[in-house]
């Protein structure tokens, strides 16, 4: 079964500094790989997904990540972060159930704080 | 088009009753789940259905049910509501496997 490791509960960065969000599955086959964002009392809505091809996803308010199958990674980025960017982050991946259906599997979250 | 609709937003329970919590979606998305968030554990999976009629367990199954009768409609049941049961619930739904999923705005469960 996948297990989802994001590295670093909280993470604060300063306004207009890279954002760096460190996410490690388990297991060597590729699966499906996506990272969600949550702001508070809110669901979760998705930021970016990788299935298949490029390995270099772009998502939506400026983040990307990078599938790495040799490292099982899936690390999110963002150039410069902005204010409106603090929230909890999520990643997620696929799994296969024991019924033979694929399921999603979370990470526990990393908080990120943006610092003026 | 309403998304994914959870019902209630709150509700507190005396431990030993027992509800349902409503999830319906109006996507005509195969792909349905429930989830609990508790704080410092992410998200950890209750149920899934691919389709009607097909459900299968997740992390944390133990104490409620489930039945996807329709395509729309995907209810989890707490049998027996325990204190270690107070959480917040989301429902989730998906096209396919590899689309993503689209959330509901949660359910805030209190158990007393």
């Known amino acids: 079964a996948q297990s989802v490791t994001q590295l670093g509960s909280h993470v604060s960065v300063s306004e207009g500094a890279l954002v760096l969000l460190r996410c490690n599955y388990s297991?060597?086959?590729?699966?499906?790989l996506f990272w969600y964002v949550q702001y508070p009392n809110q669901g979760l809505q998705l930021l970016l997904k990788?299935?298949?091809?490029?390995?270099l996803v772009k998502g939506i308010n400026g983040f990307e990540a990078e599938f790495k199958k040799s490292e099982t990674s899936f690390h999110l980025t963002k150039p410069s972060a902005h204010m409106s960017d603090a929230a909890e982050y999520f990643c997620a991946v696929s799994d296969r159930g024991s019924g033979g259906y694929n399921k999603l599997i979370f990470g526990a979250g990393t908080r990120l704080a943006v610092h003026p | 088009n309403a998304g994914v609709t959870q019902t209630p937003k709150f509700q507190v329970l005396k431990t030993g009753q027992s509800m349902t919590l409503q999830c319906a979606q109006d996507?005509?998305?195969?792909?349905m789940s429930w989830y609990r968030q508790d704080p410092g554990m992410g998200l950890r999976l209750i149920h899934y259905?691919?389709?009607?009629?097909?459900?299968d367990q997740g992390e944390v199954p133990n104490g409620y049910n489930v039945s996807r009768s329709t395509t729309e409609d995907f209810p989890l049941r707490l049998l027996s509501a325990a204190p270690s049961q107070t959480s917040v619930y989301f429902c989730?739904?998906?096209?396919?496997?590899?689309?993503?999923?689209?959330f509901g705005s949660g359910t805030r469960l209190t158990v007393v």
């Open positions: 996507m005509n998305h195969e792909y």
């Open positions: 297991s060597s086959v590729p699966p499906y």
């Open positions: 989730a739904s998906s096209r396919t496997e590899g689309y993503g999923y689209t």
């Open positions: 259905s691919v389709g009607a009629g097909i459900t």
């Open positions: 990788y299935t298949t091809g490029a390995t």
